[in-house]
């Protein structure tokens, strides 16, 4: 039977009453999260103003190598988009959700800073953070007290090297302490959210699947069906911002 549009008030409330009792909550976020903030998710930025190009091959080290200029103005347009945008009700309510947990660990594909800036603590940035920039050779993170972009090219490191965002782009592998860390996470929960990603950039991908291997409930808010829905007990279908505070406990669970 097909769902309707509406979010059904029954998944909603087994959504609320899981993630009020998960032991082990794991929330893994997506590009979705912040587009209520503004901030384009790639398909999003497919229409937007570089349509022309494709993000896969702006968001890898030999387009780096081809035109850091091109590219780093890419990510300044980003840059500057994160910072002027402020945390959603989606943010906020991640961050309540995760102070009334037993134990909730946040994973998160966005490289922007909205989630901490929405009050969340501890979170495994599994693809970087685009406010940092580090250097293209040495790796030597930037050192000055004036943002690195506020140059309109990329600027040099000490060695000679240039600068460029602390992301992890295609191609690249992701921290291996990080990767364990969600890995452990995903392996080890009872619940798991998964809110605005479209699941086709792996590995992250494969964190809903091992956590539902491993008997999890997996709960996915999204406006759409995507590649993850096959592994959801509910799908809320819905904008994070107009969800996931309907999910936030009342509070910390008694006895804990
Ligand atoms: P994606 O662009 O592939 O998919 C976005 C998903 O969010 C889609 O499934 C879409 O239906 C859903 N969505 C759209 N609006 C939503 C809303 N208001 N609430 C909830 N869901 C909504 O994004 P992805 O799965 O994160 O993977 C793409 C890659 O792009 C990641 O590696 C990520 O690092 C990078 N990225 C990050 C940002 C950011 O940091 N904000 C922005 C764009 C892309
Ligand atoms: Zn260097």
Known sequence: ??????????????????VAQA????????????????IPTFRDAQKGLWSRFDPAELASEPAFRKAPGRVWSWYRERYESVRAASPNPGHKALALIQSRARDCRIVSQNVDDLLERGGASNVYRLHGDITRCKCSECARPWAHPASPWKH????????GGLMRPDV????????????????EAAANCDV?????TSGMVAPASDLPELAASQGAAIIEVNPERT??????????????????????????PAGD
């Open 1 to 18: 039977m097909q769902r309707s549009a509406a979010i059904e008030t029954e998944s909603l409330q087994r959504a609320r009453d899981q």
């Open 152 to 159: 309109e090219a990329p600027p040099t490191c000490d060695c």
């Open 227 to 252: 590649g993850l829905s096959q592994w959801a007990d509910l799908w809320l279908q819905g904008s994070a911002a107009r969800v996931l505070p309907a999910l936030v406990p009342s509070a910390r």
């Open 23 to 38: 032991r082990h909550l794991v929330c893994l976020t997506g590009a979705g999260l912040s587009a209520e903030s503004g």
């Open 192 to 196: 798991a959210l998964v809110v605005g």
């Open 168 to 183: 992890v782009w295609f191609g690249e592998f992701l921290d291996p302490a990080i990767w364990n860390r969600c890995l």
